[in-house]
T-cell receptor, first 114, second 112 residues
Framework: AQSVTQPDIHITVSEGASLELRCNYS??????LFWYVQSPGQGLQLLLK??????LVQGIKGFEAEFKRSQSSFNLRKPSVHWSDAAEYFC????????????FGKGTKLTVNP | EAQVTQNPRYLITVTGKKLTVTCSQN?????MSWYRQDPGLGLRQIYY???????DKGDVPEGYKVSRKEKRNFPLILESPSPNQTSLYFC???????????FGSGTRLTVV
């Protein structure tokens, strides 16, 4: 079965430090890839998405992600984390590329220390 | 402001009592979807709709029904709720071009 793996359940970083959240997916010729963020008590907000083209995509709030087809990965990065980035982050994959079936990872909870 | 509105935000009900969670979007989007979120399991798709009167099952459709009679509304119906349907539910909508779903704020359902 197609699956999305976020290996880190919980990550803690200091404010100002760099951040990388990992996401791997099982397989897919032309997947559509997404990162969402969920603040406590809130819905999910789209950070960025990748369909094709340049494998480094820029998103909102200073986030970027890099698609590596050979590694089936779509890792999320931020050069300098702010306290307001504390939230849960979800990677999601549309394996058929353009279907309505989004498969989500189980999420990575980010804690930011002052 | 582009919005997906779910009601109610919180609901406690008893086993077997039919309930409906409403979802409405003001963006005129064709595509809508329902997800449930459970600790340690992430989000799982229940049903989705590609337009009025066009719906299909997601990964966990058992025990749920949906309808799409109007473009803006996509209610989730639990005919006979059971405790294993206690969860946090999200409705989402997107247009056919930009992809990227806009999510509602969620409905926390407890079935006792």
């Amino acid at each position: 079965a197609q699956s999305v793996t976020q290996p880190d359940i919980h990550i803690t970083v200091s404010e100002g430090a760099s951040l990388e959240l990992r996401c791997n997916y099982s397989y897919g010729a032309t997947p559509y890839l997404f990162w969402y963020v969920q603040s406590p008590g809130q819905g999910l907000q789209l950070l960025l998405k990748y369909f094709s083209g340049d494998t480094l995509v820029q998103g909102i709030k200073g986030f970027e992600a890099e698609f590596k087809r050979s590694q089936s990965s779509f890792n999320l990065r931020k050069p300098s984390v702010h306290w307001s980035d504390a939230a849960e982050y979800f990677c999601a994959v549309d394996f058929q590329g353009g279907s309505e079936k989004l498969v989500f990872g189980k999420g990575t909870k980010l804690t930011v220390n002052p | 402001e582009a919005q997906v509105t779910q009601n109610p935000r919180y609901l406690i009900t008893v086993t077997g009592k039919k309930l409906t969670v409403t979802c409405s979007q003001n963006m005129n989007h064709e595509y809508m979807s329902w997800y449930r979120q459970d600790p340690g399991l992430g989000l799982r798709q229940i049903y989705y709709s590609m337009n009025v009167e066009v719906t299909d099952k997601g990964d966990v459709p058992e025990g749920y029904k949906v309808s799409r009679k109007e473009k803006r509304n996509f209610p989730l119906i639990l005919e006979s709720p059971s405790p294993n349907q206690t969860s946090l539910y999200f409705c989402a909508a997107r247009d056919r071009v930009s992809y990227g779903y806009t999510f509602g704020s969620g409905t926390r359902l407890t079935v006792v």
